[in-house]
């Protein structure tokens, strides 16, 4: 009881003085195929409008199990072995925006939030009382409120966007780390494995020591 | 056919009888408990470190252009690439881990004691290599986190009396960290290990002239050393077995809490992150430079903090074994002193701000404060031990000294 009250204490020190950034929503990414097609299909017909994704190549998608018919028409003449390069030239993007919009490839793991910062950001942006476009977690930000999403108000219109955010936000979860799963399937394998060896060491062990304690006639 | 074979080196190079004398046979305190698990596992996680290190400088490139892509390169198309360099970048970390235990248990129990000052120093000057080993491959991702936190460390460098710019710039070989820097980082990195094995075997020479310390703080006698295979073959395998499970969790399903977001972002050296934070393993230490408001100061009393291990043999006068298990006072400056670092570490991960800053001043202080006191403590420990009656096993160490004869002090004739 004690340590809880004194571990709420501590909590409530460190809120009082935390940073006053609003608390990021939370978003369970997906690793289902269809939900990754989607956020693939937004990310390259909407963001890579203007984004790169260069560490992602074509062929990568066609791996991740998405049909080849559907790649070959994202991709257009482009090679399979192309990277995902955005449309807009760097000059071009500086003249309208002030900045080259960044690379996506590893944004789901180069803020700090990842995932859920990458969610929330999406459905941030708002209508300022001035009539300007702000977003709640990135205030600095150029991009425009590219999901529609400020103003929007009827509950099962703002639902569908949420599901759109989460599917752009698992595809570039997987983009980031694109061998993740296939990763947690050999993890499950591994420890398994070391489970039972470590196990059977143990008593292999026991058993050794246990002679040590016989007397040394017997 | 075999047994002729060992015969005809063994004529020529001691084979059976090393490994009879330093491996089979070595007689080892049987009563270790598994906090001496720790040193194999440190020669283990090495081993680990420079495999998988050199598989994955067959794929890296030392190039400020390139770097950062082929890493990316390494991730995604080289077979098993993110495999090896999630291992590695775990690995980094779980070193210290290791490294951290092991030391800590040396300080409990007062291992460094006579006759195990060398094991002490070599051990010392194993962590200085071993710091500068991570520091050096932290620089090599070339994210933001690695370059500004290169550029950081570098700059201490400029307190140097008289000649400071000069060693910055030798260090970097060039105005600012770059591309010179990158490739002999990458060189160096490359190194270090070579130079760490080296050392580990020295410390190897020495724990095998003056064998383990054991939990009683109590040289053994030969009954109660037993051959080190298969019984501590065998602990120490199954020690391996619990550990590697810890380490395979956190390799295979949370690889990212290692690497900094930030240095998901390839280096930019015209944007500064918002914190530049060291890793974890180095955050007690960098609290300490920055506890202290001048720069020179703060990088002395840093390197202070790292070296000054090694003045323990010394600073700790009591002639009572076993460390903190047999001495309550010593004891309990182990544990204010293990919450010390903490704190420590822990304010090196938050903006120096005014609670912050305050909070790192006093556990500077206490960290220090714990080293020089310790002569004072060690001897009064001792004192008030001795006269408030040793447990039996101490007793035999300490026999008591012949009364004091006093003489009649002669009269002398007026």
Not at chain 1, 131 to 137: I, R
Not at chain 2, 149 to 172: C, E, S
Not at chain 2, 374 to 403: C, D, H, N, T, V
Request: one cysteine or more; proline letters at 7%.
């Amino acid at each position: 009881m004690k340590r809880w009250l004194v571990f709420a204490l501590c909590q409530f020190a460190c809120s009082a003085w935390g940073d006053t950034e609003p608390a990021l929503n939370e978003v369970r990414v997906g690793v289902d195929l269809p939900t990754l097609e989607r956020g693939a299909e937004t990310v390259i017909t909407v963001c890579a409008g203007c984004h790169s994704l260069k560490y992602v190549r074509f062929r990568d998608l066609v791996r991740l199990g998405i049909a080849q018919d559907k790649v070959d028409a994202w991709r257009g003449g482009k090679p399979m072995g192309a990277a995902i390069t955005g449309q807009l030239p760097a000059d071009a993007a500086l003249a309208s925006f002030g900045k080259i919009p960044p690379d996506l490839s590893l944004m789901a793991r180069a803020r700090e939030g990842e995932a859920d910062y990458i969610y929330s950001y999406l459905l941030g942006f708002y209508i300022t009382p001035e009539g300007t476009l702000g977003n709640h977690y990135y205030p600095p930000t150029k991009m425009p409120d590219i999901l529609a999403v400020a103003g929007v108000t009827d509950p099962s219109q703002r639902a569908q966007l949420e599901q759109k955010a989460r599917a752009v936000t698992s595809f570039l979860v997987w983009a980031a780390d694109p061998h993740a799963r296939e990763r947690r399937a050999l993890g499950y394998y591994v420890i398994g494995y070391l489970l039972i060896f470590t196990t059977l060491l143990y008593f292999l062990k026991r058993r050794t020591w246990a002679k040590l304690d016989r007397p040394a006639s017997a | 056919m075999a047994s002729r074979v060992l015969d005809w080196i063994d004529r020529r190079f001691p084979l059976t009888r090393f490994i009879r004398h330093e491996l089979t046979e070595y007689p080892t305190p049987r009563n270790l408990s598994y906090w001496w698990n720790f040193g194999f596992l440190a020669g283990f996680v090495l081993v680990l470190q420079i495999v998988t290190g050199v598989f994955l400088a067959m794929f890296y490139k030392p190039d400020v252009n390139l770097a950062f892509d082929s890493v990316q390169h390494i991730m995604r198309d080289v077979n098993y690439g993110w495999l090896l360099r999630y291992i590695h970048s775990t690995g980094a970390s779980a070193f210290f881990v290791v490294i951290y235990v092991h030391m800590t248990r040396t300080l409990y129990y007062a291992s460094y004691h006579k006759p195990r000052e060398l094991m002490w120093w070599t051990g010392q000057v194993l962590l200085l290599l071993i710091m500068a080993t991570a520091f050096m491959g932290y620089l090599l991702p070339w994210g933001q986190m690695s370059y500004w936190g290169a550029q950081v460390i570098t700059n201490l460098f400029g307190v140097t009396p008289f000649i400071g710019d000069q060693v910055v710039l030798w260090l970097r070989g060039d105005f600012s960290v770059g591309d010179a820097t990158l490739t002999r980082f990458f060189a160096l990195h490359y190194l270090f290990p070579f130079l760490i094995l080296a050392m580990v075997g020295i410390h190897l020479i020495a724990l095998h002239t003056v064998k383990s310390s054991n939990p009683s703080g109590i040289s053994l006698a030969d009954k109660d050393n037993i051959p080190f295979h298969p019984y501590f073959t065998l602990k120490d395998l199954f020690g391996l077995g619990v550990y590697l499970i810890v380490f395979c969790a956190f390799v295979f399903f949370m690889p990212g809490v290692f690497i900094e977001t930030a240095n998901n972002i390839p280096a930019n050296p015209l944007v500064t992150p918002a914190h530049i934070e060291p890793e974890w393993y180095f955050r007690p230490f960098y609290a300490i430079l920055r506890a202290i408001p001048d720069v020179l100061g703060g990088v002395l009393a840093m390197a202070l903090s790292v070296m000054i291990f090694a003045v323990l043999p010394f600073a700790d006068r009591s002639n009572i074994p076993g460390g903190a298990r047999h001495r309550p006072v010593y004891r309990a400056m182990f544990f204010i002193f293990i919450a010390d670092v903490l704190v420590l570490g822990y304010v090196g991960s938050q903006a120096p701000t005014g609670f912050m800053m305050l909070l790192g001043q006093v556990a500077t202080f206490i960290y220090f404060a714990t080293f020089f006191l310790l002569p004072f403590i060690s001897k009064w420990e001792e004192r008030w031990l001795r006269a408030r009656g040793l447990p039996p096993e101490l007793i035999a160490l300490f026999p008591p000294r012949p009364p004091r004869v006093k003489f009649p002090r002669p009269e002398i004739a007026p």
